[in-house]
């Protein structure tokens, strides 16, 4: 089982270039103040959303955003996957798929009734791991982003 932990702010100088990283691979052109700024609040405890940290706190392989929000056709609370990152020297060891099996059952335990997630169509591997994990496409339904 992976190891994870709750992020708080003494966390951030090992979380920091984990983010850079998923952030460059991914081509979001974003810099370590917006990173901060953006982190800050949910190492600090806001409720709309905590970062976990992968493997040994002090030297981290990864990391998962999650950010909360509230369903009436899930009945509740309801969650959505912001970023999930893993090192590549240590991908296809099952550590997300771990992860993403630990995490939503601790947190259906304080009430989050569903689970969400974006991932890149032409991305085959990664939506077959999602799959396994019993995420799937809502029929009839795209994500849509207005941004503000």
């Known amino acids: 089982m992976t190891a994870l932990h709750l992020a708080g702010p003494e966390d951030l100088p090992r979380l920091l270039p984990l983010v850079a990283a998923f952030h460059e691979e991914f081509g ?6 917006h990173r901060v700024q953006a982190l800050a609040p949910l190492l600090d ?3 709309y959303g905590a970062v976990w940290l992968m493997g040994p706190s002090r030297a981290p392989i990864g ?3 999650l950010t909360f929000g509230w369903s009436v056709e899930f009945g509740g609370m309801d969650g959505f996957v912001d970023e999930l990152y893993v090192r590549p020297a240590v991908r296809r ?11 939503p059952k601790t947190l259906a335990e304080t009430g989050l009734r569903a689970l969400h997630l974006e991932v890149r169509e032409d991305d085959d591997q990664t939506v077959k791991m999602y799959r396994r994990q019993l995420f799937k496409p809502r029929e009839g ?8």
């Open 28 to 33: 979001l052109p974003l810099d370590d103040d």
């Open 45 to 47: 405890g806001s409720p």
């Open 63 to 65: 990391y998962i955003i």
């Open 93 to 103: 060891r099952g550590i997300a798929t771990d992860v993403l099996e630990q995490l």
């Open 141 to 148: 339904y795209m994500l849509m982003t207005k941004k503000i």
